[in-house]
């Protein structure tokens, strides 16, 4: 079975500064995808970012880039720019491949707080 | 943008009574899914479901839930006799090739 690893609970960054968060996973497949969540408070589940394993083209959208290791199993979320509205739970998360029908297998998070 | 729409946002029930969740998934997807998030956990699998069947299941879905697709656009969980431990977001789901939505979630607290 897949799992997914955040060794972070809690991260803080200064408005403006770039933080990165960390994120680990272990799966014997070679196709599958990788996705980071953002909960805001109001606890809804929102894709930031999605990073497909067959390409080794780092995904970006924005100021949010990831740093995908593949042979290490890490996916590292990078946020440019912090702002307010950044501060939320960010859920990192893994599915397979093999269709379009899998689920999705989280980790636990990480709670960014955001310095003015 | 398409969107995944569940009903209600939030619901209060008594301990041993029976609630549905609701869902519309997007109309073009074929899987659709239920999630649980008990409050300052893990998102957590409950059930995938396609082509009118379930396709898995996790160990937390146990006889006391179950999921139906009632008609062409809603899709449905029960939970037959709710327990305080059952109080979470429950999340809504479908998947196509290409695209993976959540809904906003419905908050279930158990009194």
């Known amino acids: 079975a897949q799992t997914v690893t955040q060794s972070q609970p809690e991260m803080s960054v200064q408005e403006a500064e770039t933080v990165t968060l960390s994120c680990t996973y272990d799966t014997s497949e070679s196709d599958y995808y990788l996705f980071w969540y953002k909960q805001p408070p109001s606890r809804q589940m929102i894709l930031v970012i999605r990073q497909e394993a067959y390409k080794q083209q780092n995904a970006t959208e924005n100021r949010f880039s990831v740093n995908f290791q593949k042979a290490a199993k890490s996916f590292s979320l990078k946020i440019s720019d912090s702002q307010l509205g950044d501060a939320a739970m960010y859920f990192c998360a893994y599915r397979s491949g093999e269709s379009s029908g899998d689920k999705l297998t989280f980790g636990t998070g990480t709670r960014l707080a955001v310095r003015p | 943008e398409p969107e995944v729409t569940q009903t209600p946002s939030h619901q209060v029930t008594q301990m041993g009574q029976e609630v549905i969740l609701r869902c519309v998934p997007i109309?073009?997807?074929?899987?659709f899914y239920w999630y649980r998030q008990i409050l300052g956990q893990k998102v957590e699998f409950l059930v995938s479901f396609y082509n009118n069947e379930i396709s898995e299941k996790s160990e937390i879905f146990d006889d006391q839930f179950s999921v139906e697709r009632p008609d062409g656009s809603n899709f449905t969980l029960k939970i037959r006799s709710t327990k305080l431990e059952d109080s979470a977001m429950y999340f809504c789901?479908?998947?196509?090739?290409?695209?993976?939505?959540f809904g906003s979630g419905t908050r279930l607290t158990v009194v």
């Open positions: 109309s073009n997807h074929l899987y």
């Open positions: 789901a479908s998947s196509g090739w290409g695209g993976y939505t």
